[in-house]
């Protein structure tokens, strides 16, 4: 089955695209069920209530599919700053998929200008649990007993330089023209993220295997 072939996921395109463009309250279940090409039922079926669909399409738009890979698994010897760069990597991966419609970066726009219950739910079953494998790589990376506030502040700092180039998008094409943004390619921004904190860190010296280069 496709996903245009699967009801659930028709009503949750329709009302992702319904509620970027017009919020939770211009978007009524009217419009949503004419524009999945279903009935209320299915609503009512695959999500309860118009509030619940809302919750279930911010988490779309934040988290994308849920087919996409789980968190690297890595061996107990696996260095630190290999950690960070796969760890950078994925969460890049993620959040800047090309296939990835407009509305999911509308959507989450909108939920963060103004929060509702749904950013309570995926701050609790995303965020945090992601967070706190980022926080554990960069403790690791940090002076011993750095406070876990600066450990907290160092994660937000890495996780802004990736949420950058997906919230100005627009102003990064304009600063470097539609004909150099194939530079800008995940993987790209992933290594340079990688290679920035690093250097913040002190160890700019790492290699991608962990161990620093002789000098």
């Known amino acids: 089955m496709t996903e245009r072939d699967d009801p659930r996921q028709r ?15 211009g978007a009524t279940v009217r419009d949503i ?5 279903t009935n209320i039922a299915a609503v009512n079926y695959y999500f309860r209530d118009k509030e619940h669909l809302y919750i279930e399409a911010v988490k ?11 968190l690297p698994q890595w061996e107990s010897d696996t260095p630190p700053a290999d950690k960070l760069r796969q760890f ?26 103004r929060p509702t219950s749904a950013c309570t739910e995926w701050v609790r079953d ?11 790589i960069l403790g690791d990376l940090l002076p011993p007993g750095t406070p876990r506030w600066k450990v907290n502040m160092t994660g937000f700092s890495v996780v802004g330089q990736i949420l950058y180039y997906v ?36 160890q ?3 290699t991608k295997n962990g161990r620093r280069k002789v000098k």
């Open 60 to 70: 779309e738009a934040a988290c994308g599919s849920v087919k996409e890979p789980a």
């Open 167 to 202: 919230q100005d998008r627009p102003v990064v094409t304009l600063l470097v023209g539609e004909e150099n943004l194939a530079h800008y390619n995940a993987d790209a921004i992933a290594e340079h993220i990688t290679e920035f904190t690093l250097a913040a860190l002190g």
């Open 126 to 136: 995303y965020v945090r649990p992601m967070s706190e494998v980022l926080f554990q």
């Open 88 to 113: 950078i990597k994925m969460l890049v991966g993620r959040i800047l998929k090309n296939h990835r419609p407009n509305w999911h970066t509308q959507l989450m726009m909108r939920e963060l200008a």
């Open 11 to 25: 009503v949750l395109e329709a009302a992702g695209e319904l509620f970027a463009d017009k919020g939770f309250e």
């Open 33 to 37: 069920i004419g524009r999945a090409g």
């Open 204 to 206: 700019q010296g790492a």
